[in-house]
């Protein structure tokens, strides 16, 4: 079964400074990668996705995610951040079962604040 | 665009209570989901259902139970509920089939068990 990881439950940058989110994922084949936000009170909503055409995906509101096969990684970037991206963010791997169903596996989440 | 519905948001039950969590999709999603989330193990699959009367156990069904009689709606139950289901509950449905679309979420129902 695949499994995510988020390097960093809670990260802090200031007003204009880059966002750099960490995500590795377990995995024998390529999978499906995703970055999902949630903001206060609210359900998760898809920043971007990854599925097997261009490694450097672009997302909503300004983010983008480098897949990188040899590092097991999908990190989530954005040059300067803003106040309104304070927000959880969860990365998300979509496993290929049996029957040709998916089953999406979540990471634990990093909670992004920004500091004026 | 897609909405996903759940019935309550806020829900305050007792231990031993039958507790129902409705989830209603308007897009005609085959697949439904059940996840539960707890701050520091981020999202865990209830259960999900790939069509109409289709259920599978997702990571920890234990304790629940759905149901998806039509395929706008998926229920999760909490037979007898206990202090530790005491959780925000998220409902998400996709486009069938062997796909990688992307997950609709509803906004969430707390639930808390006393």
């Known amino acids: 079964a695949q499994s995510v990881t988020q390097l960093g439950s809670h990260v802090s940058v200031s007003e204009g400074a880059l966002v750099l989110l960490r995500c590795n994922y377990s995995?024998?084949?390529?999978?499906?990668l995703f970055w999902y936000v949630q903001y206060p009170n609210q359900g998760l909503q898809l920043l971007l996705k990854?599925?097997?055409?261009?490694?450097l995906v672009k997302g909503i509101n300004g983010f983008e995610a480098e897949f990188k096969k040899s590092e097991t990684s999908f990190h989530l970037t954005k040059p300067s951040a803003h106040m309104s991206d304070a927000a959880e963010y969860f990365c998300a791997v979509s496993d290929l079962l049996t029957g040709g169903y998916q089953k999406v596996t979540f990471g634990i989440g990093t909670k992004l604040q920004v500091i004026p | 665009d897609v909405k996903v519905t759940q019935s309550s948001r806020y829900l305050v039950k007792r231990t031993g209570e039958k507790v129902f969590l409705e989830c209603v999709q308007d897009m005609d999603h085959e697949n439904m989901f059940w996840y539960r989330q707890d701050p520091g193990l981020g999202l865990r699959l209830i259960y999900f259902s790939y069509d109409v009367k289709m259920k599978e156990k997702g990571d920890i069904p234990e304790g629940y139970s759905v149901s998806r009689e039509k395929k706008e709606r998926f229920s999760l139950i909490l037979e007898s509920a206990s202090t530790n289901q005491t959780s925000m509950y998220l409902c998400?449905?996709?486009?069938?089939?062997?796909?990688?679309?992307?997950?609709?979420f509803g906004e969430g129902s707390r639930l808390t068990v006393l």
């Open positions: 995995s024998s084949v390529p999978p499906y």
């Open positions: 998400a449905s996709r486009h069938g089939g062997r796909n990688t679309g992307e997950l609709f």
């Open positions: 990854y599925t097997s055409a261009a490694t």
